[in-house]
């Protein structure tokens, strides 16, 4: 990734990978957009052990998800997106981070449970979470599945290329 990003300025959206964060360290002309995609899964994995809490999380996360499916089907122009996302989604993001701060500190979750894991892991990169809501970012997806759903062909077919040697083989 260093070598396909030298001397990109722009910005990166991807999950909370170390590597990224230490990418993005190295090059000051790239800015870092988290994915909330990574962060919900999180959440979601940890609903069946932690029930109402991190269903709580979830909830939050869809009612962030909807408001982009309005900015979508209303065919919303970037600088539009950014006024909707001021007005709705920054609130839900707030309501977030106080959960999150408060679940970090309160001492009630168990170090290795799902939410702990959940929460720490979106707590870490919550700077990132909240970029595609800033003025001028309207460009920018909530996540990064349509990213990710284009190169998976490539993905699998590397795994399966594997066994036949060659991808044209």
Known sequence: ASELLEGFAGRL???GFVAYGTLAARNPGLTRIACWAHARRKFVEAVDREGAAAAWYVAEIQRLYRIEAEAREAGLGHEARCALRAGRSVPVLASIKARLDA????GHLLPSSPLAIAVRYTAKIWAGLTRYAEPGNGMVEVDNNLVENAIRPSAIGKKNWLFIG???A
Do not use: I, L, T
């Open 13 to 15: 959206q991807s999950d």
């Open 103 to 106: 679940d970090s500190v309160a």
């Open 166 to 168: 060659h991808p044209k």
